[in-house]
């Protein structure tokens, strides 16, 4: 671990916020590359994270958070089919909606992340394994994924195929 990162850690754990298992854990999770980047957003109350601003359900996707796209795409087609139902034409509301889900990640994607993170360790934690498969299981739930990316666009596309259906009624 780098000097930064430990002082990064160490800031953390002046607030309380972890113990030294837990930064361990959370820096396998993330990964090398990009520890240093989430442990400095971390520290602070709000920070801005521009790839889940500009990327949003791409950005969920890389970083393997697939019940948020599940959660968001599901909730934009339930509001289309109740503006359907009800006949209201929700062009610019959906558009302030995706600007508003924009900022919401951008504000809000580095916290996301760590609670998304704290979560999956403590669902493999509860699991009896040794320290080696512990590990091997944070780096298979953390990291990135290109095919996350591929499976946000992919959800993305069958999304606009049924709102095209939906408002074609």
């Given amino acids: 671990m780098n000097e930064f990162t430990q002082t990064n850690m160490q ?3 002046r607030k309380g916020v972890m113990d030294e ?3 361990t854990k959370l820096v396998e999770f993330v990964g090398d590359k990009k ?3 989430y442990f400095k957003k971390w520290q602070k109350d709000n920070s801005f994270n521009w790839a889940a601003f500009f990327l949003t359900l791409l950005w969920l996707g890389y970083r393997k958070m697939y019940k948020p796209i599940f959660l968001v795409l599901a909730a934009f087609l339930f509001i289309d089919i109740f503006f359907v139902v009800a006949g209201i034409e929700g062009t610019v509301i959906n558009r302030s909606l995706g600007a508003g889900l924009s900022g919401w990640l951008g504000v809000g994607g580095n916290l ?3 609670k998304h993170a704290q979560k999956q360790i403590s669902i493999i934690d509860q699991r009896s394994l040794s320290d080696k498969e ?3 299981e944070i780096h298979k739930r953390g990291g990135t994924s290109k095919l996350g990316v591929l499976l946000a666009f992919l959800l993305v596309v069958v999304y606009i195929g049924l709102a095209l259906v939906i408002y074609s009624f």
């Fill in 11 to 13: 800031d953390l754990d």
């Fill in 134 to 136: 512990r590990i091997h």
């Fill in 21 to 23: 298992r837990q930064k």
């Fill in 112 to 114: 996301l992340y760590k």
């Fill in 35 to 37: 520890k240093d980047y």
